[in-house]
């Protein structure tokens, strides 16, 4: 015979007499008891003092502060998700003594309180697990990603467009005055013609368009000519103060978004398309140590090239001073940067372009003909070509960076070339052969791939991938933030920084 199944009793209606407490069902170990005892240890007297007396009661902003970090810890985003997890889950309860703000208080908090500020309480919370020797901040490994931005795909603005619709509209101007001028001809006259036909300003616009109307009052005109200066009259000068604007939300960049005017188009590693689209993002910077990010910055370009020294700028306000080491791969290998890290001392372990390349060609046979093969003579500041002809400084110049920064390049050229046996395999050119030569940067790369190759050097790159890399993996994967909520850059500061939070206290928890 089967035996009856014996079902566990509950005791939903069953009464307490002393009510359980919500600490009770909060394991000791749990991540929330991590966030609740780190936010009671910092200074955030930044916030509270810009809350005004009076009035009505307001959530203190330590519990506010509290609840969006377990938040974002938990991948809740949404401001409507948190004020439902503080209704049902027992953590949001005890983490915040059952208070329950509304999504508009904990959305207002985030985009208004945090804005400018969040930054200081992030930096407390490193320097605290750098006390508890959790992480080093001397030593640091950095990379970027890219993080979609909160805006339509398709509100793009380029700057290059902007260039083309003023020089259109400055080109059709003239057309119209040479229609003038064709007119005066017939009548053997000649007009006064415009100061401007500069597409650039407003009023310098709607004045020039005035000038060619009045030009042609009481003319026998063409009515498509008519039409056409009507139709500049209404949409030129607002165009072009349109374009004005744009100009100037832009910056120096090529690209904007209209719905969040700080973003910057880019092209993303997730593309579902498959078809490589550009879309609206920022350029996140971090820098790591034991996979903990001890600082981020947002950058509006797309290469991380020209963030380096506002990233490491930054990181000395933070700390009042620069690491000793960092480690970085090829994309922030330049002449600027090597040059910034040299100054401030810090030992530098960062790749260069063609790094790698030249690792794999080492065993091979090197080109003979190569500039980086040729002999220089520092004493007669020269170079031998592969005949052994020496090759004479004919002069320098500068090429200025997207940064500012000037490189000197000095140009060296053969005495003569005619007859050469080797020629057709040495240069291409129907003159003597010219090279250029960077001496800063051939000394600076110089420097680099030595620490590179050191023991020191190959520790630092091995540990660089499983250390910052992991940091984005989990970000976007892990966390599955892979689109910022807010808009404008100050906003999406504070949601990267929530979102730095939330990994360093959810990798501590794991830790200790």
């Not at 290998?333 to 063609?354: D, H, M, Q, R």
């Not at 791939?449 to 890399?469: N, P």
Request: hydrophobic share 30%.
């Amino acid at each position: 015979m089967k035996a009856k199944p014996v079902w566990k009793t509950d005791h939903q209606s069953q009464l307490s007499l002393l009510p359980p407490s919500y600490d009770d069902f909060v394991p000791q170990n749990h991540p929330v008891r991590i966030v609740n005892a780190i936010v009671n240890r910092i200074d955030i007297s930044s916030i509270e003092v810009t809350y005004k007396g009076g009035g009505t009661s307001s959530y203190h902003p330590r519990a506010l502060l509290k609840i969006l970090i377990y938040a974002y810890l938990r991948n809740l985003y949404s401001s409507r998700k948190i004020e439902q997890a503080l209704g049902e889950n027992i953590h949001f309860m005890w983490l915040s003594g059952n208070i329950r703000p509304d999504h508009n208080t904990i959305a207002n908090f985030r985009s208004g309180k945090l804005k400018g500020k969040f930054k200081k309480i992030f930096n407390q919370v490193v320097l605290l697990l750098a006390q508890q020797q959790v992480l080093d901040i001397k030593d640091i490994y950095v990379d970027g990603t890219k993080i979609e931005a909160n805006a339509n795909r398709y509100t793009f603005v380029w700057g290059k467009s902007i260039a083309n619709s003023r020089e259109r509209i400055k080109k059709q101007l003239k057309e119209l005055w040479r229609y003038v001028e064709t007119v005066y001809a017939e009548e053997e006259q000649r007009p006064n013609e415009p100061d401007n036909f500069e597409a650039i300003d407003p009023e310098e616009v709607s004045k020039t368009i005035d000038q060619i109307n009045k030009a042609l009052e009481g003319k026998k005109t063409d009515s498509k000519v008519r039409q056409k200066l009507n139709y500049a009259k209404k949409n030129w000068p607002g165009n072009i103060a349109k374009y004005n604007s744009q100009q100037e939300q832009m910056g120096g960049r090529n690209s904007m978004s209209k719905t969040d005017p700080d973003a910057t188009f880019m092209r993303m590693k997730e593309d579902h398309m498959k078809n490589g689209q550009l879309k609206a993002g920022y350029n996140l910077q971090a820098c790591s140590n034991n996979q903990f990010i001890t600082n981020y910055t947002l950058a509006q370009t797309t290469a991380d090239t020209t963030t380096l020294i506002d990233h490491l700028e930054e990181y000395k306000e933070s700390f009042g001073h620069t690491p000793d080491t960092i480690t970085a791969d090829p994309g922030y290998g330049s002449e600027e940067n090597y040059a910034y890290l040299e100054g401030e001392g810090v030992e530098a372990f960062v790749k260069y372009n063609y790094f790698h390349k030249e690792q794999k060609q080492a065993k091979k046979e090197p080109d003979p003909f190569h500039p980086d093969q040729l002999h220089y003579n520092l004493e007669q500041d020269c170079y031998y070509c592969p005949m052994g002809q020496q090759m004479h400084n004919i002069g320098q110049y500068q090429k200025k960076t997207t940064n500012g920064y000037l490189q000197t390049y000095t140009r060296y050229q053969a005495t003569n070339c005619n007859g050469c046996p080797l020629r057709g395999l040495c240069h291409k050119s129907k003159h003597h052969r010219i090279i250029e030569r960077n001496h800063n940067l051939i000394r600076l790369k110089a420097k680099a791939k030595e620490k590179l190759l050191s023991k020191e050097g190959i520790a630092h790159r091995k540990q660089r991938c499983w250390d910052i890399e992991a940091i984005f993996g989990d970000i976007k994967h892990n966390m599955n933030f892979k689109r910022f909520a807010l808009r404008g850059i100050e906003k999406v500061n504070v949601e990267i920084g929530l979102v730095a939070m939330a990994h360093n206290l959810k990798k501590l928890a794991l830790v200790i």
